[in-house]
């Protein structure tokens, strides 16, 4: 049977993905200075990748959104009330004589993508509008809920000072978003509401670009950490691996009694496997500095999840109704 031009296409993007992993990871290995050069732009790649995808929505689409708050308050109960659970238990089950890879590995699970998940939406065909509207929400639920997290995780050792939320929540939402919103306001008043859209498909094809160079830094800066913690790293694999499998079954169940529409099916799976690694990272060296097993936990779970996500598209597209 031959694919229809759109698999061709994912499965491009999905090849492009992996590579990228390879290759920023010989980079790391072989080039350690080039491997850190490339982890110093991170952040300025994830904030670009933030601002494509801001940018690449329409926003009489997520106005329409909203008015699905049926499916939202279902994507926000899973990820706030029923995953946390789930990876606290697993972090607890696999990890509990190493306790601070532990937290680490706890605080990733239990903080839902506010970011790429919506650029791996888009490659499965899922529903990138109201995943839009899903990012404030995520954003804001999972800085609030951070230091509950933290002491529920740590058994009220550590605590977080609430400055580092709202500096977070600036640098990582507020800002991108308004100059998502300010640039197609002055692009539609001066160029026109056609032209804007072209721009905002060009937006759309770059977002896979972004995410491989994404993926390829975080690798790139990151190599290092397996063989600094090889002895851990086995059981840290399975703990993530069981959590992804689990969450995967979880979504499946949800999608099937909620009977959603492929969109909203794919959407509500990959919110709900994606986890914010690097903002958690961010937050977390701001507020437990000196901890490099917890951040360590944090960047192993993040190595992982892109070849997952990756698989997880290419599930999602074999699923995908003719």
Same mark, same amino acid.
């Given at each position: 049977?031959?694919?229809r031009?759109?698999?061709?296409?994912?499965t491009?993007?999905?090849?492009?993905?992996?590579?990228?992993?390879?290759?920023?990871?010989?980079?790391?290995? $072989?080039?350690p200075?080039?491997? !850190?050069?490339?982890?110093g732009?991170?952040?300025?790649?994830?904030?670009?990748?933030?601002f494509?995808? @801001?940018?690449? $929505?329409?926003?009489? *689409?997520v106005?329409?959104?909203?008015?699905?708050?049926?499916?939202?308050?279902?994507?926000?109960?899973v990820?706030?009330?029923?995953?946390p659970p789930?990876?606290?238990?697993?972090?607890?089950? @696999?990890?509990?004589?190493h306790?601070?890879?532990?937290i680490?590995?706890?605080?990733?699970?239990?903080?839902p993508?506010?970011?790429? @998940?919506?650029g791996?939406? !888009?490659? #499965?065909?899922?529903?990138?509008? =109201?995943? /839009? #509207?899903?990012?404030p929400?995520?954003?804001? *639920?999972?800085?609030?809920?951070?230091?509950?997290?933290?002491q529920? &995780?740590?058994?009220?050792?550590?605590?977080?000072?609430a400055?580092?939320?709202?500096?977070?929540?600036?640098?990582?939402?507020? =800002?991108?978003l308004l %100059?998502?919103? &300010?640039?197609?306001?002055?692009l539609?008043?001066? =160029?026109?509401?056609d032209?804007?859209?072209r %721009?905002?498909?060009? #937006?759309?094809?770059?977002?896979?670009l972004?995410?491989?160079?994404? $993926? =390829?830094?975080?690798?790139?800066?990151? $190599?290092?950490?397996?063989q600094t913690?090889?002895?851990? @790293?086995?059981?840290?694999?399975?703990? &993530?691996?069981?959590?992804? *499998?689990?969450?995967?079954?979880?979504s499946? /169940?949800?999608?099937?009694?909620?009977?959603?529409?492929?969109?909203?099916?794919?959407?509500?799976?990959?919110?709900?496997?994606?986890?914010?690694?690097?903002?958690?990272?961010?937050?977390?060296?701001?507020?437990?500095?000196?901890?490099?097993?917890?951040?360590? /936990?944090?960047?192993?779970?993040?190595l992982?999840?892109?070849?997952?996500?990756t698989?997880?598209?290419?599930?999602?597209?074999?699923? !995908?109704?003719?």
């Amino acid at each position: 049977m031959l694919m229809r031009p759109a698999h061709l296409a994912q499965t491009g993007v999905s090849f492009l993905l992996l590579a990228a992993v390879f290759i920023g990871a010989a980079v790391g290995q $072989v080039l350690p200075e080039a491997g !850190r050069w490339l982890g110093g732009h991170i952040d300025a790649t994830l904030l670009a990748l933030i601002f494509l995808l @801001f940018f690449g $929505v329409r926003a009489d *689409a997520v106005v329409t959104a909203f008015r699905n708050l049926r499916f939202i308050g279902v994507a926000l109960l899973v990820n706030f009330l029923l995953v946390p659970p789930i990876g606290y238990g697993i972090s607890r089950l @696999f990890l509990d004589m190493h306790p601070w890879m532990q937290i680490g590995l706890a605080i990733y699970f239990m903080s839902p993508c506010t970011d790429w @998940f919506l650029g791996f939406t !888009r490659l #499965a065909g899922g529903n990138v509008a =109201l995943g /839009a #509207a899903l990012i404030p929400l995520n954003m804001a *639920a999972q800085l609030l809920l951070y230091p509950f997290y933290l002491q529920l &995780v740590s058994h009220n050792v550590v605590h977080v000072d609430a400055a580092v939320i709202s500096d977070t929540m600036l640098r990582w939402f507020m =800002l991108p978003l308004l %100059l998502a919103v &300010v640039l197609s306001g002055l692009l539609s008043t001066l =160029l026109g509401l056609d032209t804007l859209r072209r %721009l905002q498909r060009y #937006a759309d094809k770059a977002v896979p670009l972004c995410l491989a160079l994404l $993926v =390829l830094e975080i690798f790139g800066a990151n $190599v290092a950490v397996i063989q600094t913690h090889a002895m851990v @790293f086995t059981r840290l694999l399975a703990a &993530v691996f069981v959590f992804f *499998a689990a969450t995967y079954l979880l979504s499946e /169940a949800v999608g099937r009694i909620c009977r959603y529409s492929y969109p909203e099916h794919a959407l509500l799976t990959m919110t709900v496997a994606a986890r914010n690694a690097p903002l958690m990272l961010t937050v977390t060296m701001a507020a437990l500095p000196g901890q490099p097993l917890i951040y360590a /936990a944090l960047v192993m779970g993040m190595l992982l999840e892109f070849p997952h996500l990756t698989v997880l598209t290419r599930l999602l597209l074999r699923a !995908r109704p003719r």
